[in-house]
């Protein structure tokens, strides 16, 4: 899925926080659940809408009105992107 580009970074180069716990790809909204773990928006509302209605961490119930975005780690990741260059699989997070 990632790949090495002369000069971009690698996926040992993105920082963990930036990666979705349940897909292992780059986050691009990231959103809190109330236990406080950070996931991307798509992914947790798919799992919701796929498994069940409840956290995949503590296994509590949970629906996508308690999700909150996590704008702290959405501006560090936007940042991360401009800074990184667009290239693949990259660049598709910058629109």
Not at 18 to 43: A, C, N, W, Y
């Amino acid at each position: 899925m990632f790949k090495k580009v002369e000069g971009g970074p690698t996926l040992e180069d993105i920082p963990e926080q930036f990666v979705d716990s349940i897909s292992f790809e780059l986050m691009k909204d990231p959103v809190i659940t109330p236990s406080g773990v950070t996931f991307d928006r798509e992914t947790i509302i798919d799992h919701l809408r796929k498994v069940g209605h409840f956290d995949p961490v503590t296994r509590q119930p949970l629906s996508e009105e308690q999700l909150v975005s996590n704008l702290a780690l959405k501006d560090v990741l936007d940042h991360f992107l401009e800074r990184s260059a667009c290239f693949p699989p990259f660049c598709r997070w910058l629109n």
